[in-house]
């Protein structure tokens, strides 16, 4: 019977170089649950109607993703605001490889 210390052992965040205009190679990494959760709540806001409604936060996810040499994160929420500003042309290309590496826009539902 496997137990909750043979699940946590195997714990790995994927990691890709990906290299983008401006920057040249960054190093990101598949978020983290805990992360992500965060980057969701800095994605919605409540609405006119009272409902909450879904708002991009590109710079949140780039926040978490970029990770140097040893791993640890680059950015921090001080550099938010900065990240927010990042043209889109250097972006598209680490929103499109961190959702790869977190699994975002797979099917699922394959066998």
């Known amino acids: 019977m496997k137990t909750a210390a043979d699940y946590l052992s195997k714990i790995v965040s994927p990691r890709e170089t990906v290299t983008v205009p401006q920057w040249g190679d960054v190093t990101i990494r598949g978020l983290t649950a805990e992360e992500w959760d965060r980057h969701e709540s800095a994605s919605v806001r409540p609405g006119a109607d009272g409902k909450s409604e879904y708002v991009s936060d590109t710079a949140s996810l780039i926040r978490?993703?970029?990770?140097?040499?040893?791993?640890?994160?680059?950015?921090?929420?001080?550099?938010?605001?900065?990240?927010?500003?990042?043209?889109?042309?250097?972006?598209?290309?680490?929103?499109?490889?961190?959702?790869k590496l977190c699994g975002i826009g797979q099917d699922l539902g394959k066998s």
């Open 64 to 99: 978490y993703a970029v990770v140097n040499e040893a791993g640890a994160n680059v950015f921090t929420d001080a550099e938010l605001p900065q990240l927010k500003t990042l043209q889109a042309e250097v972006a598209r290309p680490l929103v499109k490889a961190i959702f």
